[in-house]
Nanobody, 120 residues
Framework: QVQLVESGGGLVQPGGSLRLSCAASGSIVRVNAMGWYRQAPRKPRELVAAITSGGSTNYADAVKGRFTISRDNAKNTMYLQMNSLKPEDTAVYYC??????????????WGQGTQVTVSS
């Protein structure tokens, strides 16, 4: 059974940093694009950053220059380094992956989410 497990969320003061991780576990043939999304209270889920298997990235305008997405293909793990955090970055952060499990069809998987709170 394939799972995406996030870690690294928490409470941080404005201007601080956090690093999120997302590990894909289970029997997997290939992990294609991966991404981080976030959802603040009473707002729709939005894309924060995405990365292809080849390392190409794209970012939401709100996080450009502050957040960096990366991945370790050998570990099927993705990271989000978040610097200069602002209160408006407060949200539940979800990881997402387009992958092919062993013996199954390609599909989109989501993690359970990790809370990031930026507050003094």
């Amino acid at each position: 059974q394939v799972q995406l497990v996030e870690s690294g969320g928490g409470l941080v003061q404005p201007g601080g940093s956090l690093r999120l991780s997302c590990a894909a576990s289970g029997s997997i043939v290939r992990v294609n694009a991966m991404g981080w999304y976030r959802q603040a209270p009473r707002k729709p889920r939005e894309l924060v950053a995405a990365i292809t298997s080849g390392g190409s990235t794209n970012y939401a305008d709100a996080v450009k220059g502050r957040f960096t997405i990366s991945r370790d293909n050998a570990k099927n793990t993705m990271y989000l380094q978040m610097n200069s955090l602002k209160p408006e970055d407060t949200a539940v952060y979800y990881c997402n992956a387009d992958l092919i499990p062993t013996g199954w069809v390609r599909g989109t998987y989501w993690g359970q989410g990790t809370q990031v709170t930026v507050s003094s």
